[in-house]
C-alpha cells in the first residue's frame, strides 16, 4: 500500500491520503455509476471507512476514514462493482458530457483518448496538475481550474492554461482532432520545468511563449469564448434521449454513506439508472422520466440533502476542520449547520476553515471564519473582526451580520 502522506498531493483509489480520520480514497469515476455499483461503493465505504462519503467542489467522489489494511478492499469492491475509474493525470469533463443534448463535443470521449495518450508518453508532471475538456453544454466547467483547459468553441477547442475561465491565459484555438497531441505537448511543458511546475508558474515566470511555441503549428487565432451565467447543477438537466437528470447537493461536501443508500433506493423506484458526481458538491441522478422527478426530489430533501439552488447551505463552505484535519484548529464542518442557520442575513459566500491554510475555498467571501488556537478568526469582506471563542461564535456572527445590516441598509 503506498500511503501518501504528502500534503498537496491527489488521494488516488490506489494512494489514499492520510488524514486525521484515517486514509482519504479519492475514486475518480468515469461516466455514468450504475445504481446497483453506487449502492455497492457505498457499502463498501461503510465497511472499509468510516462511512462517509464526500463530492468536492471539483465533482470528485471521496471515502473517508480507510485504514492501510481496509483501503485495498475499497480498491477491490470498486473493481468488483465495475466503476470505472481513471487513472494517471486527472481529466475533468462536465458531468453531463455523452448525455447533454446541448453539448458541442462529447467531452467524456474525448478525454478517454487524451488518458489513454497520457498513459503511454509517461509525462511526469506535478501532483496536482489537471486538464479540463469542456464540451460547451450548460453544466459548464467555467469556475474550475485547470492546468490545461480545452473548451468547445465552433468546430474545434479553444485553448487557455493555467487558470479558470476568467484567469486562465488563452493560447487560441485547435482543431479537434489536435487536442490529444496538444495536451502532451502542453504538459510536456511544465514537466520540463520540473516535478512541481504548475502553468500558472510558469506563465508568471516566462509568460505564455514556452505553450504556444509547444503547439505553434496547431494553433489557430481564435478569442477567448464569451462569459457563459453560472453552472448550476441543482435541479432538472435535461438529457439527449428525452429523460432528465435531477441534480442534488451534499450539504457542506458530504454525505454519510447510509444516506446516499437510501438516495439510490429513492432513484431506483424513479427509474433512475445511475449517478454521476458534480462540480459543486452535487450528485446527479440520471435517467428519470419527467413523472418522477417531483417524488424523488421530495425523498432527496427528506434524507437531508439539497434540493434547491438558494438553499443556505450552500453558501457556507467548510473544510473538514477537527478532529478530521490533523492541523484544524475549530471544527469546522461540525459547525458549519449552526453557521449556515445563522447567516441567512450574510449576502455572499461563509468560509469556514479549520485552520489559516484556508483549503476549501480560495476566493474572496463575505464572511471568513478561520481556526487560530481553538478560537476563531472572524473577517467581514476581508478585514479583521475579531477573535472569539468558539462557543460565542453564533453570536458574533449575529452581531457582525446586524452591524453589517445598518452599513448596507
Ligand atoms: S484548512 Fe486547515 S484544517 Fe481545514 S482541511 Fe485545510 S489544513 Fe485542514
Known amino acids: 500500500m503506498n500511503v501518501a502522506l504528502r500534503r498537496g ?56 476514514g480507510l485504514a492501510p489494511e481496509s483501503a485495498p478492499l475499497l480498491a477491490d469492491a470498486v473493481a468488483a462493482f465495475g466503476i470505472g475509474v481513471a487513472h494517471g493525470i ?28 497520457l498513459a503511454t508518453a509517461s509525462i511526469r508532471v506535478a501532483p496536482k496538475a489537471s486538464v479540463l475538456i469542456d464540451g460547451g453544454g450548460p453544466l459548464h466547467l467555467d469556475a474550475l481550474v485547470a492546468d490545461v483547459r480545452l473548451c468547445a468553441q465552433g468546430d474545434g477547442l479553444h485553448v487557455a492554461i493555467g487558470g479558470d475561465a476568467v484567469s486562465a491565459t488563452p493560447l487560441g484555438a485547435i482543431a479537434l482532432e489536435h487536442a ?40 489557430i487565432e481564435a ?49 433512475a439508472a445511475g449517478v454521476r458526481p458534480a462540480p459543486g458538491r452535487a450528485l446527479l441522478i440520471i435517467g428519470i422520466g419527467a413523472d418522477a422527478a417531483p417524488s424523488l426530489t421530495a425523498g432527496a430533501e427528506r434524507l437531508g440533502l439539497i434540493v434547491e439552488s438558494c438553499d443556505p447551505r450552500r453558501r457556507v463552505i467548510a473544510c473538514p476542520g477537527a478532529p ?27 468560509h469556514v476553515s479549520g485552520c489559516a491554510k484556508g483549503c476549501a475555498h480560495r476566493g474572496a467571501a463575505a464572511l471568513t471564519i478561520v481556526g487560530r ?37
Open 9 to 64: 498531493a491527489c488521494p488516488a483509489l490506489a494512494a489514499p491520503m492520510a488524514t486525521g480520520d484515517g486514509l482519504l480514497a479519492r475514486v475518480m469515476a468515469v461516466g455514468t455509476v450504475a445504481l446497483d455499483a453506487f449502492a455497492g461503493l457505498c457499502a463498501a465505504a461503510r465497511a472499509h471507512g468510516n462511512g462517509v462519503i464526500e463530492i468536492t467542489a471539483r465533482g470528485s467522489l471521496q471515502v473517508r
Open 90 to 117: 486527472p481529466v475533468a469533463v462536465d458531468p453531463l458530457a455523452g448525455l447533454d443534448p446541448q453539448e458541442m463535443i462529447d467531452a467524456g470521449a474525448l478525454a478517454t483518448s487524451v488518458c489513454n495518450s
Open 180 to 219: 490529444t497531441q496538444a495536451v502532451g505537448r502542453l504538459l510536456a511543458v511544465l514537466a520540463g520545468r520540473g516535478p512541481a511546475a504548475r502553468a500558472r508558474d510558469v506563465i508568471r515566470a516566462e509568460g505564455a511563449d514556452p505553450f504556444r511555441r509547444a503547439m505553434a503549428e496547431l494553433l
Open 223 to 271: 478569442p477567448a469564448p464569451a462569459a457563459r451565467p453560472s453552472a448550476e447543477p441543482i435541479g432538472i438537466h435535461a438529457l439527449r434521449d428525452d429523460r432528465l437528470a435531477l441534480g442534488v447537493g451534499l450539504p457542506f461536501g458530504h454525505a454519510n454513506a447510509l444516506t446516499l443508500e437510501q438516495l439510490v433506493e429513492t432513484a431506483r423506484q424513479a427509474g
Open 324 to 350: 478530521i484535519c490533523s492541523s484544524a484548529q475549530i471544527p469546522a464542518r461540525a459547525l458549519a449547520p449552526a453557521i449556515a442557520a445563522a447567516v441567512a442575513a450574510w449576502r455572499g459566500t461563509v
Open 373 to 409: 488556537d481553538g478560537r476563531c478568526d472572524l473577517l467581514a469582506d476581508g478585514v479583521p473582526a475579531g477573535n472569539v471563542a468558539v462557543e460565542t461564535l453564533l453570536h458574533s456572527i449575529a452581531r457582525l451580520a446586524a452591524h453589517r445590516e445598518a452599513a448596507h441598509g
